[in-house]
């Protein structure tokens, strides 16, 4: 199964009923680990690179562009998920839903996949 890592920005209810609907996904809090709080999107790219989680985000800006740079870099990057924030939560927590049970982190490395698929 798939492990993420919501960054700090990630809809709270999004992280929650994704929790509920996939009760033993691998997915950690930006907020909840301290090495990361507060750092910026390279800091949470490198920290999920080498806990190989593919990243949550909403920000369609910074992110994906870091994320490349880290590609180009020839560094490790295990994925991204932009999801738009005006999407409906329950059409992106199923979205998600089924990417956790289908997939594993390794298929997503070096992408940055926007949602909905």
């Known amino acids: 199964m798939i492990r993420l890592l919501a960054d700090e920005n990630f809809n709270g209810r999004i992280v929650r009923g994704l929790l509920k609907r996939v009760p033993d996904l691998d997915l950690v809090r930006a907020q909840d680990v301290p090495e990361i709080h507060g750092g910026g999107d390279e800091v949470l790219l490198s920290w999920a ?5 593919v990243l949550l985000t909403h920000d369609r800006k910074t992110v994906p562009r870091h994320a ?50």
């Open 49 to 53: 690179a080498q806990e190989e989680r």
């Open 68 to 117: 490349y740079d880290q590609v180009r870099e020839g560094l490790s990057m295990p994925g991204v998920f932009v999801v738009d924030i005006h999407l409906p939560y329950g059409t992106v927590i199923e979205d998600l839903a089924v990417v956790a049970a289908a997939s594993v982190t390794s298929e997503w490395e070096g992408q940055v996949r926007y949602l909905p698929l």
